[in-house]
């Protein structure tokens, strides 16, 4: 039997359909979590991987995609002192790496809510020496030892957009970051939903923690298209899916907010609105409802615990947005295909004895830069256990799956922390190149370079 160079052993080999493996990484045993992408003048490849455990953001050299080389890494804070710290989230445009600092997550990584960690963003240059980034800048949320700032965007150019902490308000707001010095950032803006202005209501009375997110919302991520460069799309959790109006970086102001949840989402979801991302090109935009990972659930949890019952469905949506004003769904994304000698009937039961929380995770988002691709009629998506999926996109009414891979399951954990449920693979951020290389990074096992074949 031929067993693929990335495999675990011959029985422990992934699934996989109209792709190939290029290559693989192990990262030198570092987690990665968001990825980001730069092409150099002279044609070289780097990917810079952020990590949801860890002070580091890794450099991999990805020119040759069957070869890939970890290259260095770039250190954000002391770890004896933050010993707590992320560096979850990683942009790249107009010659800047920008990483995003927060703590991490009790449940996910065994620290505590308040343990010491850097909240904010650092900006780095890259165009003298991609390899050993010049830190230019610190800037802080104001909030200690916070979740500080999660999935932003910066397409390049004045602005930096992101769902932050900010003093007197619940969860990440909406902060909108002048970057022109980037030695010297300065906020410029703001937004929020008014549940979410602490400051405005008594001591005591409003939703904390996961409470807040789930039911009074707070934003989880922010999407440019490059076409509509005056509009900000946010998967807003509890908040539903919200455009803003940027056209005055200085007042935000609301154009609509779609509300999915319920019936889908909740309970024990991740993000219930992770990912609003409007498709270059066209008329629509892609919507996403975060599942969770099935490791860190056990029967008795979804069974017996606060949230019981069925678990809503978390999906990918379509929605109609000729109109932002006007927002409408229009078509779902299909179920992930389950190949025929999977150890599980679905995704939705994987090896827990009860039917969790299982949808998506990260989408493929191009944000305008030239070395991402950029297909409309496309989507890419980590959906957690199910792997990566290849969606085609070109019918908004009638979508269909293209290929997926679901990686062997790990064998080791990176963490020192306890996992009850099943180790199975978990995919969880993806990146496309404008070769057409996917770049897929998971929970426990590195980094895969995937490629579509069959002319797909």
């Known amino acids: 039997m031929s067993v693929p160079f990335y495999a675990k052993s011959p029985n422990n080999q992934g699934y996989i359909k109209n792709m190939e493996v290029v290559g693989f990484s192990d990262l030198n045993g570092i987690n990665a979590f968001q990825m980001a992408l730069y092409k150099t003048d002279d044609g070289k490849y780097y990917m810079y991987c952020g990590s ?31 010993f707590a710290q992320s560096t979850p989230k990683v942009q790249v445009a107009d010659g800047l790496l920008i990483v995003a600092l927060g703590g991490g997550v009790p449940f996910l990584h065994g620290i505590k809510p308040g343990d010491p960690a850097l909240g904010g963003l650092q900006i780095y240059d890259l165009k003298k020496d991609p390899l050993h980034p010049e830190l ?58 008014p549940k979410q202005f602490k400051d405005g209501m008594v001591e005591g009375t409003y939703a904390v923690g996961h409470d807040a997110e789930k039911f009074w919302g707070m934003c989880h991520a922010c999407n440019i298209c490059p076409d509509h460069p005056d509009q900000l799309y946010m998967g807003y959790f509890g908040g539903g899916a919200i455009i803003l109006d940027i056209s005055d970086p200085t007042r935000p102001k609301l154009i609509s ?38 490791p860190f659930f056990t029967k008795d949890k979804i069974l017996n615990g606060v949230h019981k019952g069925a678990q809503p469905m978390n999906n990918l949506h379509m929605i109609d947005v000729s109109d932002p004003a006007d ?29 969790g929380p299982f949808g998506p995770h990260n989408i493929h988002e191009p ?13 890419y998506c980590c959906y957690f256990h199910a792997g990566m999926r290849v969606f085609d996109v070109s019918d908004p009414y009638y979508i269909k799956e293209l290929a997926y891979f679901i990686p062997p399951n790990p064998e080791k954990l990176l963490f020192d922390v306890p996992v009850p449920g099943p180790m199975i693979a978990t995919t969880e951020d993806c990146v496309v190149d404008d070769r057409g290389y996917i770049y897929m990074d998971t929970w426990h096992d590195g980094m895969y370079i995937l490629r579509l074949k069959n002319g797909i």
């Open 136 to 193: 230019l800048s610190h800037w802080d949320t104001g909030v200690p030892n916070g979740m500080g700032v999660h999935r932003f965007a910066y397409n390049g150019g004045k602005y930096v957009y992101m769902p932050a902490e900010c003093p007197g308000f619940i969860g990440f707001i909406v902060r909108i970051l002048d970057i022109s010095d980037p030695r010297n950032p300065v906020e410029a803006g703001r937004w929020w939903l």
């Open 52 to 82: 949801f455990k860890g002070n580091g953001v890794n450099i991999v050299d990805v020119t040759d995609p069957a070869n890939p080389q970890v290259v260095g890494i770039v250190y954000v804070s002391d770890p004896n002192i933050y």
């Open 367 to 379: 944000m305008g830069k030239s070395w991402l691709q950029d297909d409309p009629n496309k989507v």
């Open 257 to 294: 907010q779609l509300m999915v949840q319920p019936p889908f989402a909740g309970k024990f979801d991740g993000a219930q609105c992770h990912t609003y991302m409007r498709l270059t090109g066209r008329n629509f935009a892609v919507l996403t409802n975060e599942g969770e990972r099935f």
């Open 327 to 355: 927002p409408t769904l229009v078509a779902e994304f299909p179920y992930p295909e389950v190949p025929e000698n999977f150890p599980y009937p679905n995704f939705n039961d994987c090896g827990i004895g009860a039917p």
